[in-house]
């Protein structure tokens, strides 16, 4: 299985900082990552998909980037409704697989 | 509006079955492939199994192939997981998500337990 390491896994920013969330896959996924909020009690929703493709609805200060192994969530300007956890998912190679979550807290 | 309602959640003892169903609304049901995805409590997300369109095609997580089942009735835009052999490790709350692997519409979850 490939395996999604994802860093920070707890992360404090203020309101008006860039934030950034990495991920790093175990072998290439081609591009086929997708990242995911959730707060506490709720489902996750999706904010990209296929790395850098913002999902409907999202705002555009969250942007994606990354290849190969390596990915990349950017806030470009913290919001307080930002807060949460932040998953990646790849679906390059069965049995598709999410990383273990990043808690952002705002200071 | 996309929705997405889980039901069927609840405390189970380990060996026993447990339905879930997912009924969709404000969207054709039959376009999309649907999967269920769990999450362990205070653990991270794992997905559980996958079905096509027509149902014809199913894939599951190894831990759970030949336990649970996913099926779909397109005519009640309804998705089910059946789980049979119910171990502890099961505990968590299910997901039903749209348009897999992409996701893009999660239902708020249905809670199972797995406990004597």
């Known amino acids: 299985d490939i395996q999604m390491t994802q860093s920070p896994s707890l992360l404090s920013a203020s309101v008006g900082d860039r934030v950034t969330i990495n991920c790093k896959a175990s072998?290439?996924?081609?591009?086929?990552l997708n990242w995911y909020q959730q707060k506490l009690g709720e489902a996750p929703k999706l904010l990209i998909y296929?790395?850098?493709n913002l999902q409907t609805g999202i705002p555009s200060r969250f942007s994606g980037s990354g290849s190969g192994t390596d990915y990349t969530l950017t806030i470009s300007s913290l919001q307080p409704e930002d807060f949460g956890t932040y998953f990646c998912?790849?679906?390059?190679?069965?049995?598709?697989?999410f990383g273990s979550g990043t808690k952002l807290e705002i200071k | 509006e996309v929705q997405l309602v889980e039901s069927g959640g609840v405390l189970v003892q380990p060996g026993r079955s447990m339905k879930l169903s997912c009924a969709a609304s404000?969207?054709?049901?039959?376009?999309?492939?649907m999967a269920w995805v769990r999450q362990a409590p205070t653990k991270g997300l794992e997905w559980v199994a996958t079905?096509?369109?027509?149902?014809?095609?199913?894939y599951y997580r190894d831990s759970v192939k030949g336990r649970f089942t996913i099926s779909r009735d397109n005519a009640k835009s309804t998705l089910y997981l059946q789980m049979d052999s119910l171990r502890s490790e099961d505990t968590a709350t299910y997901y039903c998500t749209r348009r897999y692997p992409v996701m893009d519409a999660w239902g708020q979850g249905a809670s199972v337990t797995v406990s004597s």
């Open positions: 072998q290439n996924i081609n591009k086929y």
């Open positions: 404000g969207f054709t049901f039959s376009s999309f492939p």
């Open positions: 296929n790395t850098n």
């Open positions: 998912f790849q679906h390059n190679s069965w049995p598709f697989t």
């Open positions: 079905i096509s369109t027509s149902g014809g095609s199913t």
